[in-house]
C-alpha cells in the first residue's frame, strides 16, 4: 500500500444506532419467541439484550475507515470480513442527515453513493460520525479535483476561462424556498391518499380490540345515529391525515436551501432531522420537471436532478430534490444560475389536427 | 484467450469445503422435514422431505465433480487497462471489464476464505458487478491499486 492512513472507528454514538437496527430486525422475532417461553422469560428477554449488545459492540469493534489520499476505504464485517474501495473521483452524492438531538455533538449520519450497479443502498454508510470526516472526506475531494483541472489547462493554455481557479468554498448562488410556497406544495401533495388509509386501517383494527359487549350497548344507543357517527368519523380521519401529510411534509422540507459552490449543488432540508445532499453538477445525469394534477393548477413545479446513484427521497422515486416547489413560469430562469446547461422553455406540444388529435397529442414528442 | 492465469489452486479447496457447507443446509431442512413427520405427525412432509435430502445429495455430488472443471477453465487476466475475466469450457463466457469504468472494489473473505488466505474481489462499474471468487491477497492488492490509479486518471468519461 501507498499511504496506509490511520483506522478510524466510528463515533460511540454507533453503538446505540446499532443497537435500535438489532431491535428493529429482532424485535419480531423477539415477539413470536418471548411470550411462548413463561417460565424462562426472563432468561430468555436477558439472552436477547446481551445478544443485541454482543453484536453491536462487535459490529462497532469490526466497522473502521481509512481517508487516505486517493481514496476511502471502509473495513467492516463480523464473519465476511469486507474491504471496500472507493476512489474519491467516484464519488456522486454525499447525503447527510442530523437528528436534532445529534447537533450539538456535531455528529450526523453520513452516506456516500458511487454510481455503482448496487444502487438500492449506499456504497457507504456511516451511521453516526463526527461531522469533521465529511469535511476531511471533501477536501480530499477538491484536492484530487484541482490536481486534476490544473493538468490540461497547463497543457493545451487555449481556455484561460477555464484556468482561473474555481472558488469551490465561497458560496455562489443560494435559493431559498419561501415559506408561502411551502405551504402550497404541502397543501398540494396527494400523500394524504396513502395516509388516509392507513388511519381508515387503523381506525378498523380499533374497532376490532374494543369488546364486542361494550360494543353492542354502544351500538343499541347509538344506532339511530350511525350514519352521523360515521361520517364524523370518516371527517376526522380525512382531517387527521390532511394534517399529518401537511405536517410531514413541512418538516421535511423545512427551510430548504439549495446552493451551488463552484461545481457542486448542495440542499439543505428539514426541521427534526436536518438533511444535505451534495452532488457535482457534471455528474448530474438529467433534470426532471413534475407537476400532480394540483398543483398544474397551481402553476407550481417541482424539479428533480437524477443522478447515477440513488441520492435524496428513500421513499419518493430515489432523485434529489433540487427545488421542491417553484412557479412553473420562472423554472427556468430560476434554475439558470444553478445549472447552466438548463434549456430555456418549455417544448411546446402541438396539437395535431383531425379526428386522431386527441390520442396523439397526449404522447409529448 | 489461453494466456490468462489460474486462479490459486487453494480455491478447490474452498470450493469443496463450500460444496459441503450447501449440502448440511440442504439437509438439515431435510432432517427438519423428517423430524416434523416423526413426532408432529405433518405427514405431507413426507415428500419434501426426500426431495430436500435428494437435492443434497445430488449437488454435493455435482459441485464436487464440477470444482476441476471450474478450476480449469476459469482464468483471469489484469492488463494494463482492463481485467478480463473468462469461464467454462461448454458455456464459454469472457468478460472485459475497462478499469476505467471501474466504480469501487471490494475485497471480502469469509471463515473459509480466510482459513486458506485467500480474497473474494468484486469489481463493480456502472452496469454490472464481477466478482472473482478468490485471489492471493497480494494479487489482490495490486489489481486495487491499479483499480484506483486509473480511476483516479480517467476523468474524461466519468459516469
Known sequence: MTSEAPKKHLNAFSLLYYAYKAVLNWGVFAIIVLPAQRTHFLAALVTLIFLIIAFSLLKFFFFTYQI?????????????????????????????????????????????????????????????????????????????????????????????????????????????????????????????????????????????YIPQQFLNTITKEIVSQSILI??????????????????????????????????????????????????????????????????????????????ASSAGDDDKGNDMMILPVIKSHDTFDRLKPFINWVPTHFVQLNKIPGKTGFILSVTPC | MTEGTHLPSKIKRVWQVSAFINFAIWLAIGIGCYLGLKFLHWEWLFWPGIGFGAIAIIDLIFELI???????????????????????????????????????????????????????????????????????????????????RLAVEVKENDV
Do not use: C
Not at chain 1, 122 to 146: H, M
Not at chain 1, 251 to 268: M, N, P, V
Not at chain 1, 288 to 306: D, H, S
Open chain 1, 68 to 208: 487516505s489520499d486517493e481514496m476511502l476505504t471502509i473495513n467492516s464485517g463480523i464473519f465476511v470480513k469486507r474491504h471496500t474501495h472507493i476512489p474519491y473521483g467516484r464519488i456522486q452524492t454525499v447525503q447527510r442527515s442530523q437528528w436534532f438531538f445529534l447537533k450539538p455533538f456535531q455528529l450526523e449520519q453520513l452516506k456516500i453513493e458511487t454510481a455503482g450497479h448496487e444502487s438500492h443502498r449506499p456504497e457507504v454508510v456511516f451511521p453516526v460520525v463526527a461531522e469533521s470526516v465529511r469535511e476531511a472526506i471533501e477536501q480530499k475531494r477538491l484536492a484530487l479535483g484541482k490536481a486534476d483541472q490544473k493538468s490540461p489547462t497547463a497543457v493545451q493554455g487555449i481556455t484561460p476561462t477555464k484556468a482561473t481557479p474555481i472558488q469551490s468554498t465561497a458560496v455562489r448562488q443560494e435559493y431559498q424556498i419561501n415559506p408561502h410556497d411551502l405551504n402550497i406544495f404541502a397543501l398540494t401533495s396527494f400523500g394524504i391518499l396513502p395516509l388516509m388509509g392507513i388511519l381508515a386501517a387503523i381506525y378498523g383494527k380499533i374497532q376490532e
Open chain 1, 230 to 307: 360515521i361520517s364524523v368519523a370518516v371527517v376526522l380521519i380525512v382531517i387527521i391525515a390532511i394534517a399529518g401529510s401537511y405536517l410531514s411534509l413541512v418538516q421535511k422540507y423545512y427551510q430548504f436551501t439549495l446552493t451551488s459552490t463552484g461545481d457542486q449543488l448542495r440542499t439543505y432540508q428539514g426541521l427534526l432531522q436536518r438533511k444535505s445532499v451534495t452532488i457535482p453538477i457534471n455528474r448530474i445525469q438529467a433534470l426532471r420537471i413534475k407537476q400532480n394534477v394540483l398543483r398544474q393548477w397551481a402553476k407550481l413545479a417541482t424539479i428533480q436532478a437524477l443522478a
Open chain 2, 66 to 148: 464440477l470444482v476441476p472443471y471450474r478450476y480449469a477453465f476459469w482464468r483471469y487476466r489484469l492488463t494494463d487497462d482492463a481485467v478480463e475475466l473468462q469461464s467454462g469450457y461448454i458455456f464459454k463466457k469472457m468478460v472485459s471489464i475497462p478499469i476505467a469504468r471501474v466504480q469501487d472494489v471490494t475485497l471480502s473473505a469469509g471463515p473459509v476464505l480466510q482459513s486458506q488466505k485467500l480474497q473474494k474481489v468484486d469489481v463493480t462499474t456502472a452496469s454490472t458487478s464481477h466478482k472473482i471468487d478468490g485471489l492471493e491477497p497480494q494479487v489482490a492488492e495490486q489489481l486495487r491499486k491499479q483499480i484506483m
